[in-house]
């Protein structure tokens, strides 16, 4: 006979969502049956925390929202016909994540009633396929941080915000104080909670910041693609932190986890100013902050980790659970933001065939083909060896 898991004592329910460690193991609990799901909460990690903040001078008066989405990338384990069109086991979809309640067409939806609340939602624009489900179930999650985002209509010429508290004990969860830094046209402006207004951060030039990641009690920041600062959250004073070899390069930012590593990845500018994308080359560093200004530190080896960089901002993933002959590997790079639909992963030290290339710069591998098959509201990919 199938048991009947709603007659489980409740002693025994209170049991199994406390010792439920994986957010995405609470999710497949609730949707069991209504007993478990008014039993065990919802992970508290897959709710969208959200901000309200004044709006700037020159726009029109009122509020806008920021909120922390949480970023995960699925890896599809095999077939059912709902998604013969996006699933095979080298197929990947990376996202944001949230309730269908709480959720836009900029992310993957979990919907609110069980059996459905153990599968996420997405559609891709441009496809007249209904939206697809894909269970969970069918799927290896890997978590990749956080990311903060403006929600509604963006102002003229917004390029990105940074959110930092000031206090682990508050900031986030319990309402503490916390910064905002937002770049918007070519000034950069700043807001603290405790004073709910915008000031311009006036030790920086005039320019753009084409990257900006909160880490580690600190505000960093790419400015016109070149220069790297570091921004302090109290007084917002800005201190320069450029690598120790100055490369002409495009330059992003990639933090692993919330507040685990900060990576700089360099994609090389070549001589000729010719953008050959199949001859550019990368380096990549890591910040070294034990030092009081911080300095960046060339690796060759990534370790377990996978670098994201390009649409939905730039994150990391483990790959130290992926197995083999599955296409994303560890040591490498991805850029999801490149001409076209078909990419190549970056690896150190690739041989490229041409005895003058410096084979000590990450370049791209023809090991494993990346063919995009949707970049917005989430980045599904296939992966072929």
Known sequence: MTPDWSLLPEELLHAISENLDNCFDVVHARSICSSWRSTVPFPSCLLRQSYSLPTFPIEKEGFFTIEKIPMFLFRVRSHSAALAAVASPSEY???????????????????????????????????????????????????????????????????????????????????????????????????????????????????????????????????????????????????????????????????????????????????????????????????????????WVEVTDLGDRVLFIGHLGNMCCSAKKLPDGYGLSRNSLLFTNGPGNVSYLYKYGVDTGNVEDDLSFWRLSRENRVTFLSTYPVIAFRVEC
């Open 93 to 295: 979809v990376l996202g944001g994540i949230g309730r269908r309640d709480e959720s836009d067409d900029h992310m993957m939806e979990l919907p609110r009633s069980p059996p459905l609340e153990c599968s996420v939602e997405f559609k891709i624009p441009g496809s007249e396929s209904d939206p697809t489900l894909m269970n969970m179930l069918d799927c290896q999650i890997f978590p990749l941080g956080h990311h903060y985002r403006m929600i509604g209509e963006e102002p003229k010429d917004y390029r990105g915000l940074a959110f930092l508290p000031l206090n682990k004990e508050g900031g986030e969860e319990g309402g503490g104080e916390f910064v905002v830094l937002l770049s918007y046209s070519n000034v950069l402006m700043a807001l603290r909670s405790s004073e709910m207004r915008w000031m311009r951060v006036t030790k920086i030039s005039k320019a753009s910041c084409s990257d900006l990641v909160g880490f580690r009690g600190r505000f960093y920041a790419v400015v016109l693609d070149r220069e790297i600062v570091v921004i302090d959250p109290y007084s917002l004073d800005v201190t320069p932190l450029m690598p120790s070899q100055a490369l002409r390069s495009l330059k992003f930012l990639v933090p692993s986890g919330d507040d685990d590593e900060l990576f700089l990845v360099e994609l090389i500018i070549p001589p000729s100013g010719v953008l050959d994308f199949g001859r550019f080359k990368c380096r990549v560093s890591r910040l070294d902050d034990e030092e009081e200004d911080g300095k």
